[in-house]
C-alpha cells in the first residue's frame, strides 16, 4: 500500500508540474500574440493614415492643380436638355471607354447621355468658350479626407484648403433640371469637338434669385450676380 501511494503521489507532482507549465507556455503565447496584434495595429493605423486621400472632379479643366493627383481627364457628359428622363447630374467621362458585351444597335428601352457645352456668350468669364465642349479631370490629394463645394464663395472655411475656384453652372432654368457644378474660373475647352451639337447637356452661369427678408436675402446677395464657387478639401 505504501508502494501504492507513494506512485500515486509521484504522479500527481507530475500533473502538477505539467499544468503549471502548461498555464505558463499559454500565457507567453498569450503575450506573443498581443504583442504580433499591437504591432499589426499600429502598422494598419499608420497605412491607413499614410494611404488617406480624397477625390474630386475639376470642371472645365483637363488637369489637376499642382499638389493634386490626375486620376483621369475626360469631357462632360450628362442628359440631352430637353428630355424629362436619364440622370440629373453630370459625369466626368473618359476619353478610352471599355465596352464589355454591348447589345447592338440602339436601344429604346436606354438611358441616353450626351457631350456637354457652354452657353455663355452673355458672361464675360467663359465667352469665348460659348458652345464649346467642356473637359474635366478627376483629381486625387494624399493626406486629406474630405471635400466639398461652397457655393456663392470662392476662399474656403478656415482650416480647409483651396483645390480651385470658379462659377456655379446647371442647366438653363426652363430646361430639365442638373446638377449645380463648379466650373474652374480659368475654364478650357476640347479643342477638337465640333461647334453647337445642338443636343447636348447645356451649361448655363448660375444666378441667385434672393428675397428681401427671405432665407436667400437681398443684401448681401444680388439679383443678377453669376454666383462664384470654391472646392475645398481637408
Not at 455663355?120 to 478627376?138: G, R, S, W
Not at 474630405?146 to 432654368?173: D, F, K, L
Not at 442638373?178 to 477638337?192: P, R
Request: some cysteine; hydrophobic content about 25%.
Amino acid at each position: 500500500m505504501k508502494t501504492e501511494a507513494a506512485s500515486i503521489r509521484k504522479s500527481m507532482e507530475s500533473i502538477d508540474k505539467n499544468d503549471v507549465a502548461s498555464t505558463t507556455d499559454y500565457g507567453e503565447d498569450e503575450g506573443v500574440d498581443d504583442d504580433i496584434e499591437n504591432r499589426q495595429l499600429r502598422s494598419n493605423s499608420v497605412h491607413v493614415h499614410q494611404a488617406a486621400s480624397v477625390t474630386y472632379v475639376r470642371w472645365g479643366k483637363k488637369t489637376c492643380p499642382q499638389h493634386a493627383e490626375l486620376v483621369y481627364e475626360g469631357v462632360i457628359g450628362g442628359s440631352h436638355y430637353g428630355h424629362s428622363g436619364g440622370g440629373a447630374n453630370y459625369l466626368c467621362m473618359p476619353y478610352q471607354p471599355t465596352y464589355d458585351a454591348p447589345a447592338t444597335g440602339g436601344q429604346t428601352t436606354r438611358g441616353l447621355l450626351y457631350g456637354s457645352q457652354y452657353y455663355t456668350n452673355d458672361f464675360e468669364p467663359y465667352n469665348q468658350l460659348y458652345k464649346h465642349d467642356p473637359p474635366c479631370a478627376v483629381c486625387r490629394v494624399s493626406a486629406r479626407s474630405t471635400t466639398y463645394t461652397v457655393p456663392a464663395r470662392n476662399v474656403c472655411p478656415s482650416g480647409w484648403n483651396v483645390e480651385y475656384t470658379g462659377y456655379m453652372m446647371t442647366s438653363q432654368y426652363g430646361q430639365r433640371r442638373t446638377q449645380f457644378i463648379c466650373m474652374d474660373e480659368n475654364a478650357d475647352y476640347v479643342f477638337w469637338t465640333s461647334y453647337d451639337q445642338g443636343t447636348a447637356a447645356m451649361l448655363y452661369p448660375v444666378e441667385v434669385m434672393c428675397v428681401t427678408g427671405g432665407s436667400i436675402p437681398c443684401a448681401p446677395y444680388v439679383n443678377g450676380d453669376e454666383l462664384t464657387c470654391v472646392v475645398c478639401t481637408s
